[in-house]
């Protein structure tokens, strides 16, 4: 079912659909960052993916582009889940907001920024959300050290 | 129209009604709250970082301090997700699935008592506290037998489950689910036909379903919104299709119909775990992957090829192959849901929570905008928010 959901995107969407994954039985679909928010809009009015379960970024440190911004979506009817990521470089880590297609990304967002560092483009409120406001640094990142700025390297065993 | 005068006032973070650390700025015309900002994050302590500091299994202790009233929960979707990753689910063994669910639900039940003690607490009704955390203690006492402790049980184990049910588990909880009914009966007793929790309920705090969803409010906040929705039911997992439940939704949207959800799925609670006990068999509670789960503690006392394999898996971990996956559970508060990316290492190399509680308390400012302040203490009770969830 979630295959018919990409083949309808990729008609819609010729040049976006950058690539296709399944893995454990859920699809990955990865599209390009400027058409993030035609493609939710799509999503969300003509294949019912109406509710955004989560959006996160992840730090792929050392590869290019590093960030990737990935969106969980639900669709309540059919009961299905399909993930879209989308690429985006650290020199420009920013990304149009989707709080515009589902209000629940704006704290999601919000939280983005803060941990990762990825710019949310017309985000009506762009603000730290978990640190405080005038923190340094975005702590998820994977060369943000774990101890913390300006402190010495942790010596235990962490694994 | 003449000039209004708005006056910001700050409540919490150390504030009893704001259910832990959450700090709200309100903006009040009068006693009519115009603008309500949460400020969240006190409580923040890095719980994503550090599980990428750790193996799958050293990082599962942090998922009980989630969702501290309902840590089980928390465990449960956490090994489901890893489960999932490493590509193990079908491998778990009955009798693990079967204890996972009536632990999950044993939970459930805990956690909408803390709600229910500590919402009516807040809108003025006492007594319910006291029977709620009676009730409460009785499960944590389970929760001790079990795991041996109280709070953080970190009982579940990637792979199935840490121990077996201890003598006497059962009946214990046959009893507990035999009486529980009856005391759900006296909480509505005190409650639902009671006038003044009427006048602070009904109405108080309206999300409609389109809202609801757009906001992403999950669980029984949802379904009082009338969206049939349970993750339980529609993408069932540790075998919950094998169940016979009702999943209770509501119309109006209210303090009250989420009141009325919750108590409902206390007794729809109370049903699963009857037939969870009638299903237990003996059996193992660890799949049979040896290179993921630790092997019995007899083999490790008397065996140098046990101790190895312990050794091995403590040491080096496991690793599952390169790929992400999305794992969602019906917690008590909404859907919970663990974001897991492997990059082959034995370590997760991204783990993202989606805390239930921290999305719904998105809904915070427009449920309360236009009403009084006495009605945000109401609305922060009726959302179920756990501090430790949402700021991790």
């Known amino acids: 079912m979630s295959q018919a959901v990409v ?16 893995h454990r039985g859920e699809v990955t679909v990865t599209v390009k960052r400027e058409d993030i928010v035609q493609v939710c809009d799509f999503l969300k009015k003509e294949a019912g993916y109406n509710f955004l379960c989560d959006l996160c970024g992840v730090d792929y440190l050392g590869q290019q582009p590093r960030f990737m911004v990935v969106y969980n979506l639900y669709n309540i009817t059919t009961k299905e889940r399909l993930r879209v990521k989308v690429a985006v470089p650290e020199e420009d880590a920013c ?65 | 129209m003449a000039k209004k005068d708005i006056m910001t006032i700050n409540m919490g973070p150390q504030h009893p009604s704001t259910h832990g650390v959450l700090q709200l700025i309100l903006e009040l015309d009068g006693e009519t709250v115009v603008k309500a ?27 009980d301090r989630l969702d501290y009233l309902a840590p089980m929960s928390n465990n449960l979707g956490y090994v489901l ?57 009785a499960i944590m006492d389970m929760y001790e037998k079990l795991s041996g402790a109280r709070m953080t049980s970190n009982y579940f184990r990637v792979g199935g489950l840490s121990l077996d049910l201890p003598e006497g588990f059962e009946k214990d909880v046959r009893s507990f689910i035999d009486a529980m009914p009856g005391h759900i009966e006296t909480y509505e007793g005190l409650l639902t036909g009671n006038k003044i929790w009427q006048k602070r309920t009904i109405g108080v705090a309206k999300i409609d379903a389109d809202a609801a969803i757009d906001i992403g409010l999950t669980g029984p906040a949802l379904r009082a919104s009338g969206v049939d929705w349970d993750l339980r039911r529609d993408n069932p997992y540790s075998g919950y299709e094998e169940y016979e439940f009702q999943v209770v939704t509501r ?37 049979d992957a040896p290179a993921v789960c630790l092997p ?13 394999h312990q050794f091995k898996i403590i040491t080096e971990g496991f690793k599952p192959e390169p790929g992400e996956i999305y794992q969602g559970v019906e917690a008590p508060k909404g859907e919970l849901g663990y974001y897991l990316v492997s990059d082959g290492s034995a370590n997760p190399y991204r783990m ?21 302040l006495a009605d945000v203490i109401a609305a922060i009770g009726t959302l179920d928010i756990v501090l430790g969830e949402i700021d991790r």
């Not at chain 1, 083949?7 to 399944?22: D, I, M, R, S």
């Not at chain 1, 483009?121 to 774990?146: F, Q, S, V």
């Not at chain 2, 956690?111 to 006492?126: C, E, K, N, R």
């Open chain 1, 7 to 22: 083949a309808k995107l990729k008609g819609a969407f010729p040049a976006t659909v950058q690539e296709v994954k399944e």
């Open chain 1, 95 to 159: 990304v149009e907001t989707v709080s515009g297609v589902w209000s629940t990304a704006n704290w999601h967002e919000r939280e983005c920024w803060d941990l990762m560092g990825i710019r949310f483009a017309n985000h009506p409120d762009l603000r730290r959300i978990l640190m405080p406001e005038n923190w340094e640094g975005h702590p998820l990142r994977k060369d943000y050290p774990l101890q913390g700025p300006g402190r010495e390297p942790y010596q235990g065993r962490l694994s």
């Open chain 2, 37 to 63: 900002t949460p400020h969240i994050g006190f409580l923040h302590r890095g719980v994503e970082k550090l599980s990428e500091n750790r193996s799958y299994h050293r990082a599962l202790p942090l998922t």
């Open chain 2, 81 to 137: 997700a890893v489960e999932k990753l490493l590509g193990i689910t079908d491998l778990i063994p009955e009798r693990a699935k079967v204890v996972r669910v009536m632990m999950a639900e044993l939970t459930r039940i805990k956690s909408h008592l803390v709600w229910l003690a500590t919402h009516a607490l807040d809108i003025g009704a006492m007594t319910v506290f006291l029977y709620c955390f009676r009730e409460r203690e």
């Open chain 2, 251 to 287: 119309q109006n949207g209210d303090t009250f119909d989420r009141y009325k959800a919750r108590l409902d799925e206390m007794r729809e609670s109370c049903k699963i775990i009857r037939q969870a006990l009638d299903k237990l068999q003996p059996g193992p509670i660890l799949a």
């Open chain 2, 296 to 308: 019995p503690k007899e083999k490790v006392v008397n065996s140098i090829e046990g101790l190895i």
């Open chain 2, 352 to 372: 993202k929570i989606r805390p239930p509680s921290f999305v719904n308390l998105q809904a915070l400012p427009q449920m309360v905008e236009g009403a009084l």
